[in-house]
C-alpha cells in the first residue's frame, strides 16, 4: 500500500508560482512512477505531468515550460513547481502513484493510487 499527502496548494495571482509536494508513505517508492492530475469544477480530470523511477518526465501541452515535477526518493517526495500561472491552471491537484508510467499517461482510471488532492487558486 501507497499513501499520498499532498500540500502546498494555495491562491495565488496571475503569473505567479506555487510549489506542491507530495509525500508518499509504504516502501518502494523509487520503483514508482508519480504523476500530478487536475480537475477543475465542471471538468474532466487531466493529466498535467508524470515522472518516471528514472526520472524520465513527461508535460501535457498546457503546462510544459511552465511546470517542473522533480522527486526525491531519498525522502519519498515528488514535488510540482508551478510557474507563471494562469487563471485556467485552477483545479484540485491530486498526487498519483503506478509501477507503470505509461499507464499513468494513458490509462490513468487504472492508475494504483491517489492522493486527496490540494487546491489551486489562479487569480487574475
Known amino acids: 500500500q501507497v499513501q499520498l499527502v499532498e500540500s502546498g496548494g494555495g491562491l495565488v495571482q496571475a503569473g505567479g508560482s506555487l510549489r506542491l509536494s507530495c509525500a508518499a508513505s509504504?516502501?518502494?517508492?523509487?520503483?514508482?512512477?508519480m504523476g500530478w492530475f487536475r480537475q477543475a469544477p465542471g471538468k474532466e480530470r487531466e493529466f498535467v505531468v508524470a515522472i518516471s523511477w528514472s526520472g524520465n518526465t513527461y508535460y501535457a501541452d498546457s503546462v510544459k515550460g511552465r511546470f517542473t515535477i522533480s522527486r526525491d526518493n531519498a525522502k519519498n517526495t515528488v514535488y510540482l513547481q508551478m510557474n507563471s500561472l494562469k487563471p485556467e491552471d485552477t483545479a484540485v491537484y491530486c498526487c498519483?502513484?503506478?509501477?507503470?508510467?505509461?499507464?499513468?499517461?494513458?490509462?490513468?482510471?487504472?492508475?494504483?493510487?491517489w492522493g486527496q488532492g490540494t487546491q489551486v487558486t489562479v487569480s487574475s
Open positions: 498519483a502513484a503506478d509501477r507503470s508510467v505509461t499507464t499513468m499517461r494513458t490509462r490513468p482510471v487504472q492508475v494504483d493510487y
Open positions: 509504504g516502501r518502494s517508492f523509487s520503483s514508482y512512477a
